[in-house]
């Protein structure tokens, strides 16, 4: 049986409490139902009358912006004749004003399951402003691309919460955005109106691929399912030197630079037995980002048993190796990253200074999961209050 996503079944049988409520819509290009039509287009035509205006997270819209810190302005839908706000320009949360003219928030995002992937961000900063305007939230629910069940990485410390990291969820988090909500209401204590919308048909165990559902690319450098799996682990690249393979047509499975040595990279990857994945030699040229234009030598990681790939920590044991055999060449990217100007991008994309003062300090990579392992047990152990599907 494939999977209803929460737009699909909020369509199917509209609550009755959202009738005769003036809507916004918190929305990108993949937010659309299983016929590939856009919830934008079906909620303005179900509910004639009552969608006031689009919010866009960010890379716009129609996920037009690559990278981050690269703005999208407010914009008008012709077609439905009605603004677009977007929320990754002079504003990441709603303005007063701008929630002045709905009675609730709809949100139909596809998240992929990480904790540095923005969307669930722009989620929470948008509960938190409605709690204060007194505006109501409904969640349509989505699948996590990468399952429902594994979870992996450490906790954000306080002193390096940013916006790829606002509250207490590990790297790979093993959640839905619908359930996310469900977690951001309590660790906030916010007073706020949320409804989330299930799916019909998800479980836990369940891949994208499992569920039968079109992949449309959220942002411009998630294009396949593939991507999506090993991002957790691969974001890392972000905070260095070395090319995440932004500028070719596999960002995140490949990586590289013109100093790495693949030779002696495989050989000790062979060391840490890591399951689940093959590292397969891969030159390449990116054509804009890091080293563009210039051949960087590397990797695809091909993801061979999804069950077994803990893509966090495997990045991370690659990441250590790389800089421990090339000292002179390896360099941690310097500020700005997601607006902030003074704290080292890496510290915000992993969430917690030790683990780079680990490998800085040449820890062996399996012993680095130590620092987060109490952590991540006690999330675990709390994260079933806020799960809504077996």
Known sequence: MNVRTGLETFLENTPSWVRERRLGLLC???SVD?????????????????LKCLFSPQHGLYAEKQDNMKESPDAYDPALNIPVFSLYGKNREPSPSQLSEIDLLVVDLQDIGCRVYTFIWTLYLAMKACAQAGVGIVVL?????????????????????????????????GMTIGEIAKFFMEEQGLDLELHVVKMQGWR???????????WIWPSPNMPTLD????????VVWEGTNVSEGRGTTRPFEIFGAP???????RKEAKRWKLPGFVLREQSFEPTFHKWSGKQCKGFQIHVTHRLEYRPYITTLAILAA??????KDFAWKDPPYEYEFKRLPTDLIIGDKRVREAVNAGTDPMDIQSIWARDLKDFEKARPAWLLYP
């Open 141 to 173: 629910d989505r699948p996590n691309p990468l399952g429902g069940e594994s979870i992996e990485g450490n906790l954000p410390a306080r002193d390096c919460q940013s916006f790829v990291g606002l509250a207490s969820l590990p790297m790979r988090h």
């Open 34 to 50: 299983s016929r590939l039509r856009h919830s934008k287009d079906l909620i303005f035509s179900v509910l004639s009358g009552h």
């Open 227 to 234: 991507t999506a799996g090993v991002y957790p682990g691969q």
């Open 322 to 327: 790389v800089k421990r055999m090339h000292p």
């Open 204 to 214: 836990r165990e369940m891949d994208f691929a499992a569920t039968g559902l079109p």
């Open 28 to 30: 990108n290009q993949a």
């Open 259 to 265: 100093f790495l040595d693949p030779d002696a990279l």
